[in-house]
């Protein structure tokens, strides 16, 4: 089974920075995808930025980019110009591509708080 | 377009008692799902439906059952509410041919267990 691992459980940056969140995974898969999704308080799921595992380039979205490193199985996520808004829990999460169900499995999350 | 739409937003049970969460979507995607967050934890997957039809259990399956009533619609039933089922239960959906692999989420339900 695949397992997601977020070790920070908190971190806070200043408005306007940039903040890198940790994430790894075990898998024995070669083909898979990865995601970040966001938690703000209003509790709804946003999915940030994703990941082919395939793809060699690193996936960016506007403020968001990943760096994918699939030999160390690391997959952690850049944030620039830390807004406000950013302030929320992200969660890591895999997904095989072989399963046929596409099922993702989740990292317990990191709670990012923006300071004004 | 609504996407992921669950009912109720907030229950309140008693030991025992049963309940059924209800979820539709309305992006004509074939697959659903029902995760459940729990303090200090991720999503985890309770069951899923890869296709209308066909129902699959995930992580944590015990004590729940599901019916995937038609394309749009996936129930989630407790059929005797136990505490440590409190916790609030998110459904989901995706196709892979149009929305990536995307998950999308719907409010969430929380559910308190006396």
């Known amino acids: 089974a695949q397992t997601v691992t977020q070790s920070q459980p908190e971190m806070s940056v200043q408005e306007a920075e940039t903040v890198t969140l940790s994430c790894t995974y075990d898998t024995s898969e070669n083909n898979y995808y990865l995601f970040w999704y966001k938690q703000p308080p209003s509790r709804q799921m946003i999915l940030v930025i994703r990941?082919?595992?395939?793809?060699?380039q690193n996936a960016t979205e506007n403020r968001f980019s990943v760096n994918f490193q699939k030999a160390a199985k690391s997959f952690s996520l850049k944030i620039s110009d830390s807004q406000l808004g950013d302030t929320a829990m992200y969660f890591c999460?895999?997904?095989?591509?072989?399963?046929?169900?596409?099922?993702?499995?989740f990292g317990k999350g990191t709670k990012l708080s923006v300071i004004p | 377009n609504a996407g992921v739409t669950q009912t109720p937003k907030f229950q309140v049970l008693k030991t025992g008692q049963s309940m059924t969460l209800q979820c539709a979507q309305d992006m004509n995607h074939n697959s659903m799902y029902w995760y459940r967050q729990d303090p200090g934890m991720g999503l985890r997957l309770i069951y899923y439906s890869a296709s209308e039809g066909t129902t699959d259990k995930g992580e944590v399956p015990n004590g729940y059952n599901v019916s995937r009533l038609n394309k749009r619609e996936f129930s989630l039933r407790l059929e005797s509410a136990a505490p440590s089922q409190t916790s609030v239960y998110f459904c989901?959906?995706?196709?892979?041919?149009?929305?990536?692999?995307?998950?999308?989420f719907g409010p969430g339900t929380r559910l308190t267990v006396l």
């Open positions: 999460a895999f997904m095989s591509s072989g399963a046929g169900s596409y099922q993702l499995t």
């Open positions: 989901a959906s995706s196709e892979v041919f149009t929305s990536g692999n995307e998950q999308f």
């Open positions: 990941q082919e595992a395939y793809k060699q």
